[in-house]
């Protein structure tokens, strides 16, 4: 059991440079908080964002600045989400990216920008200027840049996550690395889901921006900590302006890297969640179509109890048939099968006597937990990703003030 | 701070008989664990049930039964909840209703049964069958049968729930009263929302279900634990046959009181919840319509984050503005406003300056908290109940096998 530490960072793709820096937005003065990538020639940039009614200054900025082929760079900063800042907040993010333009000698909007942290807070503007500047100078492109790049978004995450795939073509080599952030949430901070994922394969915006739906749909979008949406969620992909190659497999190959970068750094956020201490995986199959299965698999991974169940380490069917069944889809018990870390505890309708004991300290050992259901004949299935709730998830929630 | 204690248990209304006693089904072998409920003659009785798709075996017979203008009682049981059971515990629902049609000199199909508590165990049926002859005996019509049967369907209830209310007609007053068990959940029990009301108020069936459908949309349903509905839920209303006075000024006050002795015994649930030590009130008004307002009230009152951040007495408008956002309701952040305990600390997308440690302080030692949020000029309203999130719940939910 226990929190599994990434493999090392890559190399950043080439054409792209990045660096993370302290500019002191965090209380702890040396705790990096400023994250600046740089394309070094113009890029295709396209992007997913928070669905939540309330939305931070920067992504609303941001989205106006994707789809796009030629942005240059992204400047991030963690420790405040410049969130709920109204107009001034507009105005700070709007600012941040004209310091990265100004060195970068292009327009604002070829800059896209991300805040987390704090909200309600105004920037520390001058801080962020003097950053920028000093995280300018540390741009790189080796592995020690992408650990800082990746250190310097984290909030309540307790390590830094990164991602790697490469694609390999006739003529060359393609890479996709990623970095992200956390989902879950700590007050005051309100923290975000970010993750920036870049690529050497040259992409047009409107490819870029279906490869990157699909991969969100197969990733970011299949994991729930405590359902609590944020208000500054974003995905970003950045790419080498071009045509990918149009044969099928080649762009088949692109779609898988990217979506498992997607995926490793989704999981990899599950797996560092405030106080949770498995990863489950929730798969639904025999469903009627794709929808009914996420719906179904989304009820279980929201359930206190489910979570708390494994959290306890007990095989209890009875949570999860329950859960799965006030999940508005139709279905007949009688079709309803589960299976516990492989293990088939619940048959047709029926619980099976099994050896619980045993189950039980396969759950506490574990630290991936595996939750099956089977519906019947369909042809949908869905995967979701949560973790177990604890004691633990509650006392940073909740007693943070004492 | 604490849980309220209720007023004294009420008489039972004129033409029924109640009673509670412990037959063993429970480990505790002195803890009551069979209710009766006895109409002298034929009653109207209407039921509400569980929307789950996996249904136990009682609520499967019971909802076959009403409407219904001839019922002559209920019986319930407490300890195990006949969920999950098969052919066999459809079998075992119907020989409880046998049993106590028996003492009754009716059909079966004339008695009503409710169970709660394991689930996926098979009734021991020879308690049950000595348990109803014994209860059978000790019926009766005072405030003592009363809690009685209110004790003998408590699962992991701390204290047993009841509400009554008069209502005062030219010629004579009818009462309504009604007992109910809790909606938290405790595994390996599956704890059930129960409540059975009765009157001597003559209503027909088609009436009684209206009320009772209305009342229930009003009270049970507008309230959550932790979002998790159970196989058994359900409510029953029995009243004396006939017709209500047409007067329309008689029926709004029975339906008045109907609905009173509905919300009395759900919010009695929610401040009953497993290891919850607030009970949270939450309002939202000036959405487009009641099925927006009442989205956004349930995406606050389900939000982990919002209900640690209450057992936190934490102000923290960040969550629970970010909740109404992603509601899935459409709104405009600058037309919010929220109320905490009466204070506003966020108005029209701003956060106000605010004397933070005294309202936190002022959460911490009242048991009742309040929301409101003002999302503009529409005409929608709706009003929840929850309660906190603590590390009690999740103690009480994950640690029951240790």
């Known amino acids: 059991m226990g929190k599994k530490m990434p493999v090392p960072a890559p190399e950043v793709p080439s054409g792209f440079r990045v660096s993370g820096t302290a500019c002191g937005i965090k209380s702890d003065q040396e705790a990096l908080d400023l994250t ?34 030629a942005v240059r760079g992204v400047v991030i900063n963690s420790g405040n989400a410049n969130a709920c800042t109204g107009k001034r ?7 941040m990216s004209q310091w990265m333009a100004g060195h970068l000698g292009c327009e604002s909007r070829h800059v896209l920008v991300c805040s987390t942290g704090v909200i309600g807070a105004f920037l520390p503007m001058e801080k962020l200027n003097q950053g920028i500047d000093q995280a300018w100078n540390q741009l790189g492109s080796g592995p020690l840049e ?109 779609r898988t890297a990217i979506t498992e970068v997607c995926q490793e750094l989704a999981r990899a956020i599950v797996a560092d969640a405030e106080g949770g201490e498995h990863c ?6 025999g469903a009627e179509n794709r929808a009914s299965a996420r719906k179904i698999a989304s009820s279980v991974a929201n359930s206190p109890l489910v979570k708390t169940a494994i959290h306890g380490a007990d095989p209890n069917w009875g949570r999860i048939v329950s859960a799965a069944g006030y999940a508005g889809v139709e279905f007949e018990e009688k079709d309803l099968t589960l299976w516990l870390n492989g293990t088939m505890i619940y048959k047709e309708g029926i619980p099976l006597t099994i050896d619980e004991s045993s189950l039980s300290r396969q759950l506490q050992s574990e630290f991936d937990v595996s939750i099956r259901l089977s519906l019947g004949d369909g042809d949908g299935t869905a995967r979701l990703w ?14 943070y003030r004492t």
Chains 1, 2 share one sequence.
Not at 41 to 56: D, E, H, L, M, R
Not at 89 to 95: I, S
Not at 386 to 399: I, K
Request: glycine share 4%; aromatic share 4%; net charge negative.
């Open 146 to 254: 992408m650990e800082r790049a990746a250190r310097g978004i984290m909030t309540t995450d307790t390590i830094p996550k990164w991602s790697e795939r490469t694609v390999e073509d006739r003529k060359q080599n393609f890479q996709v690395a990623g970095i992200a952030k956390g989902a879950a949430m700590i007050a005051p901070n309100m923290a975000t889901m970010l993750a920036i994922i870049m690529t050497d394969v040259p992409l047009d915006q409107g490819v870029a921006d279906i490869l990157l739906r699909e991969a969100v749909e197969e990733s970011f979008n299949c994991i729930t900590v405590d359902g609590h949406m944020s208000t500054n969620d974003t995905v970003l992909l950045l790419s080498r302006q071009g045509h990918p190659q149009t044969q099928e497999s080649s762009l088949d190959s692109i």
């Open 36 to 69: 600046l990538i740089v394309s070094d020639q113009p890029c295709t940039a396209v992007g997913v964002f928070t669905q939540n009614q309330v939305v931070a200054a920067p992504v609303q900025l941001s989205r106006t600045r994707v789809p796009a082929e």
């Open 89 to 95: 907040g507009w105005d700070d993010a709007e600012q």
């Open 386 to 399: 949560t973790c177990d709730l604890t004691a633990e998830y509650v006392r940073l929630n909740a007693d």
């Open 280 to 285: 489950i995986t929730i798969d639904v199959e």
